[in-house]
């Protein structure tokens, strides 16, 4: 059968092995081609073929029920149920989102892109299907990284405490998440996988007996009972702890044997109550390069297939905001040991993976857990030490608790970096970094700033350490910078609250926050064109604003205008507009920023472009809301 013609996974069933394989190469094909053009997650796909294709063969799709953890490893799943032929469009505008989507697929039952959420979600169904009395399975798969999660430990504890309640949870355990595992869990995973003894016994023990004349095919009860007691003799406390917390263990198993797959997939269906069914899989696997660098190729600009090297830029691109990062925290702990960076899970996502080979000792991963992550740098902060915390803006939303309850109540002086702020394009919504500056301006003790380019980071992490009055927060975008000079040390702090002025006009003021401080000057230029004079404002702190500089201006020029790459609700220009009332400066205040909406997956240019953010877009808003005879002239 060519995956072409599947339109329903229901059509495994029947198949030969040999089909089954045929279908696993198919999906190799398609899923390397695709993500060598268009750039994508590459490694995490690769190594659940199999088990996608046995855990399918043994369910009925019209029913049942299956939850992908984060979703960047359900590109088989996604091939499987019917989006084959427009796979090609993964990640692109309109296109295959790269996670799951309720609305994309009826067999997409629960959207994720951010991991540890599918035990939970999964034993919710099925508590719900018990309610409704109805009889259908439901299954969790869960790679071993997002298993460090709290959250996926707090559900496999409720579930753990259901005996009657059937939910399956297939861990893929591949011994990474995006970095390498960190943590007991992690490390006890590896002893069971490794463990001689119970690959001995779980392969070997049945067959024995099954050559025993009074036994045959049949295996009772009591003799399960012994071979999973032999099981713990042979090597205590392997698998012994899943099953004290209330599930039926069955693994490891080998993740790319499809027969060892479907006869554990269709053995451990039959069983009442939790069953937990542990799978160990191979990142990257099929693709050689893939299978070396599981770290690399987690995730792959458009690259060559042949060579595996990324397909070259046209021109050279400024270096990222996460590399300028990960450089100047380094060589600002390397001259002060109590610096310690943190992350979670996301050690080459942030940057932080440079501190880590120069300074080990001042680098901490807790795996993903950012509830963790943030009241361990709180407890440091107790002590003296400056934890910067770097985590991606919607990831921190996970944590919001902590960083109100544990570090800003106590007014800690913890420094949060907020990586991937704004509109993080192809990742769609799950990772679109919109409400940073509307969650943290509104708590108290909290300073939030953000810089207008890649040089006025450095300063501000300078400005970020050098803070001990409290918590501080530094936002900032995905991708490159604008190419402006950097410095190699020497940088020099910001005064806290104190904006830019750079450019003086009459007519209009244009306050920018981050990125957006770029457009406001672009826009500037647009307005010269048709007559009218903009003073722009690099505000670089939306708390506190310094009102010293704004409201004077404000009041002077009478229209105000204010640019924002995160949600309008709560944000930036709503801090603005709110200051002028208390201050009783009664002028028209234009906003631009993410409207109340979710914005889907595209690139940045393209959504910036449907939610009205590029410079001339806003240059024509600007004109028709305060000069419209001067836009009727320009427009006749």
């Known amino acids: 059968m060519h995956l072409s013609e599947l339109t329903h996974p229901n059509q495994l069933h029947g198949l030969s092995m040999r089909q089954l394989e045929d279908v696993a190469r198919q999906i190799r094909e398609k899923h390397l081609q695709t993500i060598a053009a268009t750039g994508g997650h590459l490694g995490p796909g690769l190594g659940v073929v199999e088990l996608t294709i046995a855990l399918y063969q043994t369910l009925d799709l019209d029913r049942d029920k299956v939850i992908w953890d984060v979703g960047h490893q359900a590109y088989p799943h996604k091939m499987l149920t019917g989006r084959y032929n427009n796979f090609s469009t993964l990640r692109q505008k309109d296109g295959i989102a790269g996670y799951l989507k309720r609305c994309e697929s009826k067999f997409d039952h629960f959207g994720a892109g ?114 999973e007691g032999m099981k713990r003799l042979a090597v205590p406390k392997v698998g012994a702890v899943i099953e004290e917390l209330g599930f039926k263990y069955f693994g490891p198993i080998d993740g790319h044997n499809l027969q060892e797959l479907i006869d554990t997939f269709k053995h451990a269906h039959k069983v009442t109550g939790p069953v937990f069914v542990h799978v160990s899989t191979v990142k990257g696997k099929g693709y050689e390069l893939a299978e070396k660098d599981q770290v690399g190729y987690h995730a792959q600009t ?123 394009g192809s990742d769609g919504p799950t990772h679109q970094g919109m409400y940073d500056i509307a ?129 309008v609700m709560g944000g930036f220009g709503s801090a603005v507009a709110e200051t002028l009332l208390d201050h009783n400066i009664l002028v028209p205040v234009k906003r631009f920023g993410i409207p109340d909406l979710l914005v889907d997956h595209a690139e940045p240019n393209q959504s910036y472009a449907d939610l009205g953010l590029t410079s001339s877009q806003i240059s024509e808003q600007v004109l028709k809301a305060f000069f419209s005879q001067k836009q009727a002239t320009v427009i006749s």
């Not at 921190?396 to 960083?403: G, N, P």
């Open 114 to 227: 951010h991991a540890s959420t599918s035990i939970s979600a999964a034993l919710g169904m099925a508590l719900a299907r018990d309610t409704n009395g109805e009889d259908y399975k439901v299954v969790a798969i869960i790679g071993d990284g997002a298993l460090t999660g709290g959250m996926a430990l707090e559900a496999i504890n409720h579930a753990g405490h259901l005996p009657n309640t059937n939910v399956m949870v297939v861990l893929n355990d591949n011994e990474m998440s995006i970095s390498p595992n960190v943590g007991a869990i992690s490390r006890y995973l590896n002893k069971l996988r490794l463990s001689e003894p119970i690959q001995f016994i779980s392969g070997n023990l049945e067959e024995q007996f099954k050559h025993l004349p009074f036994f045959g095919d049949s295996f009772t009860p009591e003799m399960e009972r012994l071979k």
């Open 439 to 567: 969650y943290l301006r509104c708590i108290p003790n909290m300073v939030v700033m953000a810089p207008k380019d890649e040089a006025e980071l450095q300063r501000m992490l300078v400005t970020g350490i050098d803070y001990t009055d409290g918590p501080i927060a530094m936002r900032y975008p995905r991708g490159n910078g604008f190419g402006v000079p950097l410095m190699e040390e020497g940088w020099e702090p910001l005064p806290i609250g104190k904006a830019e002025l750079l450019r003086n006009g009459d007519d209009v003021l244009l306050l920018g926050y981050g990125t957006m401080v770029h457009t406001a000057l672009q826009v500037a230029e647009i307005l010269k064109e048709h007559g009218v004079e903009a003073t722009v404002v690099n505000s670089r702190f939306v708390k506190p604003l310094d009102t010293d500089l704004i409201l004077p201006l404000a009041e002077r020029i009478g229209k105000v205008v204010t640019l924002e790459e995160g949600c």
């Open 302 to 424: 458009p690259f060559n297939l042949a060579t595996g090297k990324p397909i070259p830029s046209s021109k050279p691109k400024p270096p990222g905001y996460a590399k300028v990062f990960g450089h100047t925290l380094t060589k600002l702990a390397e001259n002060n040991p109590k610096i310690i960076g943190i992350t979670a899970a996301m050690a080459t996502g942030t940057g932080l993976d440079k501190l880590q080979a120069k300074l080990p000792k001042q680098y901490i991963d807790v795996g993903i857990a950012e509830q963790h992550a943030v009241t361990l740098a709180a407890g440091m902060a107790c002590e003296g030490i400056r934890p910067v915390v770097a985590i991606y803006s919607t990831f921190l939303q996970r944590a919001y608790d902590q960083v109100i309850h544990d570090v800003c109540i106590q007014n800690l002086p913890v420094f949060f970096c907020l990586d991937r702020a704004g509109i993080v």
